[in-house]
């Protein structure tokens, strides 16, 4: 597991392995989760774009209330807390173009239709032109 310093690990004595499991889930959630950010633009692509303590805990699979309880409350809650406002720093600046992008994206989608269309239209032109060239070849005296 590599180690952030944002986000504190537990000292060794208070470690045991369903806590190292927790934290290596944790840790997994937050780098995919930025990594779907960087694909995704800037914009994460679920939970409405939000990223929270529940929905990073929903992804990792730990259960929220593991975040309050004491073993957690001072150091691993603290490093989530800590990441959220740094990603939250990262969107902020993001969230604004959102709307545009998204826009922008649909815009495109819209003009790509349009176009399909416009040239399926002429393919079938096209395929009724050979149709008629076809037939007089096969029939050449009507």
């Not at 004595?13 to 930025?34: F, G, P, Q, V």
């Not at 409405?48 to 992804?59: D, I, K, P």
Request: net charge neutral; proline share 4%.
């Amino acid at each position: 597991m590599t180690t952030d310093p944002a986000f504190p690990t537990l000292p060794a004595e208070k470690s045991n392995a369903r806590t190292e499991a927790a934290l290596a889930r944790l840790h997994k959630a937050m780098r995919d989760i930025e990594a779907e950010i960087a694909a995704y633009q800037g914009v994460y692509p679920f939970n409405h774009g939000r990223v929270t303590q529940s929905e990073l805990c929903r992804r990792a699979d730990v259960k929220k209330a593991t975040l309050q309880n004491p073993l957690h409350k001072d150091t691993t809650r603290v490093g989530v807390i800590r990441w959220l406002d740094a990603l939250s720093a990262q969107l902020a600046h993001t969230r604004d173009g959102t709307r545009e992008r998204v826009t922008e994206v649909a815009d495109g989608l819209a003009a790509e239709v349009q176009r399909l269309t416009l040239a399926l239209a002429a393919a079938e032109q096209r395929l009724v032109q050979l149709e008629a060239e076809n037939a007089a070849l096969r029939h050449p005296h009507g």
